[in-house]
Nanobody
Framework: QLQLVESGGGLVQPGGSLRLSCGAS????????IGWFRQAPGKEREGVSC????????HYVDSVKGRFTISRDNAKNTVYLQMNSLKPEDTAVYYC???????????????????WGKGTLVTVSS
């Protein structure tokens, strides 16, 4: 089981920005596809954004397109999720996850990860 650790969550006002980080313990993140997922209270977990190991292919669920950017710095063994123009409906626990590859649906949501971090809470509220 791969160990992933998220950081960067917190409380932010609507319209604000946060950058989440996903670090790896004991393995090379650059060899894996990484995804960011979120789960709000009472809702199912949703694949927000994913990036393949090469970094050349990314996917975003429709609700975050144009606002969120996923990127990876393999030298730092870290994947980031830059979140801009945050909305109250972005409030959720955000998880990063890994697998050799993933698949996505017509909405851009990604699936198929098997190793998960413990999550970081993002709260968007005034």
């Amino acid at each position: 089981q791969l160990q992933l650790v998220e950081s960067g969550g917190g409380l932010v006002q609507p319209g604000g920005s946060l950058r989440l980080s996903c670090g790896a313990s004991g393995f090379t993140l650059g060899n894996y596809a990484i995804g960011w997922f979120r789960q709000a209270p009472g809702k199912e977990r949703e694949g927000v954004s994913c990036i393949r190991s090469s970094g050349g292919s990314t996917h975003y669920v429709d609700s975050v397109k144009g606002r969120f950017t996923i990127s990876r710095d393999n030298a730092k063994n870290t994947v980031y999720l830059q979140m801009n123009s945050l909305k109250p409906e972005d409030t959720a626990v955000y998880y990063c996850a890994a697998n050799k590859d993933y698949y996505s649906d017509y909405r851009g949501a990604c699936y198929g990860m098997h190793s998960w971090g413990k999550g970081t809470l993002v709260t968007v509220s005034s």
